[in-house]
Nanobody, 124 residues
Framework: QVQLVESGGGLVQAGGSLSLSCAAS??????????MGWFRQAPGKEREFVAA???????VYADSVKGRFAISRDNTKNLVFLRMNSLKPEDTAIYYC????????????????WGQGTQVTVSS
């Protein structure tokens, strides 16, 4: 019974920056028990891994965003963030926040809970 809500999406020019937030909630939810991830899906494309972070703070990034994006978390507030720099038009997608109980993963199917997504559009 976990809910994830993304926010912060919008329209930016290529080369610009944008920060996304994910707020997690639930009666018995504690973000400390979960690895958190960001995924994205463009029209007509499969949902793909972007970044993930363990409870302790170690991170994993997709090659396509490495060096440009940064995932972070605030366990005391059940929040996860994605800072996106040097944005490219190919970053345009709906970005989803996800939570996985049993450790970190780069696989979409491995995550237990998903948010509704927030649209990020990067103009050329």
């Amino acid at each position: 019974q976990v809910q994830l809500v993304e926010s912060g999406g919008g329209l930016v020019q290529a080369g610009g920056s944008l920060s996304l937030s994910c707020a997690a909630s639930g009666r018995t939810f504690s973000i400390n028990a979960y690895a958190m991830g960001w995924f994205r899906q463009a029209p007509g494309k499969e949902r793909e891994f972007v970044a993930a972070i363990r409870s302790g703070g170690s991170t994993v990034y997709a090659d396509s965003v490495k060096g440009r994006f940064a995932i972070s978390r605030d366990n005391t507030k059940n929040l996860v963030f994605l800072r996106m720099n040097s944005l490219k038009p190919e970053d345009t997608a709906i970005y989803y926040c996800a939570a996985r109980w049993n450790g970190i993963s780069v696989s979409t199917s491995a995550y237990d809970y998903w948010g509704q997504g927030t649209q990020v559009t990067v103009s050329s």
